[in-house]
């Protein structure tokens, strides 16, 4: 499946993206240690926002498919650059939690974090990209 996005370049290290199918569009900027303003996600940010939309989204079709509802989970993703070799993504820091109250068997648990370990973006990054995941569960 194809999905076609179009960027345009705004000025001042500012693009705007579009997701073809949808007309949603999102704004990126250069992030202020690489001369950009700062005021919108860069575009590695974007990286990591997919990496925590894309745990969560897998986990929440697996939780589906098992009858659970991870309503109120959530993902934080702290991201740090490298800069050798190359500027590029460094490591994610990532802390899924799981809401309060959620009943999951040992089973489930292994079935969600497997899944979260194996979203499309994770299978995507560097190698080299340090990925750290921790799971709460409340």
Not at 34 to 49: H, I, K
Not at 73 to 98: F, I, N, Q, W
Request: aromatic content about 4%; proline content about 6%; hydrophobic content about 40%.
């Amino acid at each position: 499946m194809s999905v076609e996005i179009r960027v345009e370049y705004r000025g001042d290290l500012r693009c705007e993206a579009k997701h073809v199918p949808s007309g949603q569009t999102i704004t990126t900027d250069a992030p202020v240690d690489n001369g950009g303003r700062g005021e919108a996600f860069s575009p590695t940010d974007l990286l990591a926002a997919a990496y925590g939309t894309c745990i969560m989204t897998i986990m929440a079709l697996v939780a589906k498919r098992s009858g659970v509802d991870i309503r109120g989970a959530t993902v934080r993703v702290v991201k740090e650059m490298a800069t050798a070799p190359s500027r590029r993504l460094g490591s994610l820091d990532v802390t899924v939690t799981l809401p309060p109250g959620l009943k999951l068997s040992d089973a489930d648990r292994r079935k969600l974090e497997a899944a979260a370990k194996a979203c499309p973006v994770h299978e995507s990054l560097h190698p080299e990209a340090k990925i750290n995941t921790k799971f709460v569960y409340q």
